[in-house]
C-alpha cells in the first residue's frame, strides 16, 4: 500500500541518524548562503540541468520555483527528458551541465563508464519501505496479490537500462521466474494498467499515487528494489542522483558552490516543510492539485552526509549492474561522489 510519508517541520525524537546528520548540515548549508550569493546573473554561466519526471527531483522543482537559484544569482535552465537516459546523453554531448534528483544512478555511472571522470554525484534520494519511491503496480480489480504472481505475465516498467535490470532481477528474486519486459514511459504505466494491456508494471512515484486516487491501479508491494536487490526493506535504494558535469565544477567553481548551497536550501524545505513543497511537484510531473499532497517522499543524502554503510548500500546496487554486464568495469561509488 502506498504511504503517505508528510512529515513535521521538527524532527522528531524517532528519527534517523541519517535525518539528525542531514537536518545539522542543512542549518549550516543556510548560514552559509550569503557567501555565494555574491555570484550574480549577469556573465554567470547558465546551469542547464536534465530532469526525469518523477516525484524524487522535487527539491529541485522546489528550488527553481521558490527562487533559490536566482537568488543567489544563478542561471538555471530545467531541461525535461522523456527518460534517465536522455539525461545523461545531453550531458555526454554537452548539452546539459547536469542532473536533478530522481536521474538513474546507473545511467550516471555508465555516462561515467563512455567519459571517465564525467560527472560528480552530490545528492542522492535514497528510498526504501518507509521512503516510498519504488513499487510494482496492478489494475485494481486485478487477482495479482504478490509479486510472485506475476510470473507469466505481461510486465511493463519504465524507460532504461537501469529500470530493466532491476525489473527483472527483482521480479526473478521474488518467485515470478525469467520473464520479459516492456519498457514504457512512465506517464503510460497507468493508462496501460487500466486498459488491461498488462497485467503489472514496475514503476516510480507519482505513478502509484495517481493510479490509487484516480481508482484504477493499487500497489501490490512498495520499497521493492531495498528488499529484493539490497536485502533489506529499510536498507537504503539510492536510485536516483544529483550531478555536476566535471567540467562545469572545474571551469565555474563559484556558480558551482552557490547553485550547491541553493539546491540544498529545496533538500531542507522538502524535509522540514514537505507540505509547502509538494505543489512544486505540478509542472514538472504528471501529478497536480490537491493530488501533491498525497504523494510519498524520498529521502534525501548530500555528499557530506555520507558514510560508510550509506556507501556500502550504493555500492551494493552498482555491483549488480556489473554482474549483469551492464557496466563494461566495476564503478566505485566512492569516484562518482563530489568532494568538497
Known sequence: MTRSTTRPAAAPATVSPSRRRALKAGAAAL?????????????????????????????????????????????????????????????????????????????????????????????????????????????????????????????????????????????????????????????????????????????LEPTGTIGRLNGTTRTLEAGVVARYILGDPMAPWHGGSASLTTEFLGKNKDVAKAYLAAYRRGVVLVRQNPAEARPFLKGYTAIEGALTAEVPMADYLFFDEFKASDAAHFQKFYDLFTEKGIFSRKVDVNTLLYKA
Open 31 to 203: 548560514s552559509m548562503l550569503a557567501a555565494p550569493a555574491i555570484v550574480r546573473a549577469q556573465g554567470t554561466p547558465k546551469l542547464r540541468i536534465g530532469y526525469w519526471p518523477v516525484a524524487s527531483g522535487l527539491p529541485f522543482f522546489a528550488a527553481v520555483e521558490k527562487g533559490y537559484f536566482k537568488e543567489a544569482g544563478l542561471n538555471v535552465e530545467p531541461i525535461k527528458f522523456a527518460s534517465p537516459q536522455q539525461v545523461i546523453e545531453a550531458i555526454l554531448a554537452g548539452r546539459c551541465d547536469g542532473s536533478a534528483n530522481g536521474t538513474a544512478s546507473a545511467a550516471l555511472a555508465i555516462g561515467d563508464i563512455a567519459q571517465p571522470g564525467l560527472l560528480k554525484i552530490f545528492c542522492t534520494n535514497p528510498t526504501n519501505a518507509k521512503f516510498v519511491l519504488d513499487e510494482f503496480l496492478v489494475a485494481k480489480d486485478s487477482p495479482i496479490k504478490t509479486v510472485a504472481e506475476l510470473k507469466g505475465k505481461r510486465v511493463a516498467c519504465g524507460p532504461g537500462l537501469q529500470n530493466v535490470v532491476l525489473a527483472k532481477t527483482m521480479l526473478e528474486r521474488a518467485g515470478a521466474g525469467k520473464i520479459s519486459v516492456t519498457e514504457l514511459p512512465i506517464g503510460q504505466h497507468v493508462a496501460a494498467l487500466a486498459a488491461g494491456q498488462i497485467d503489472g508494471v514496475y514503476s
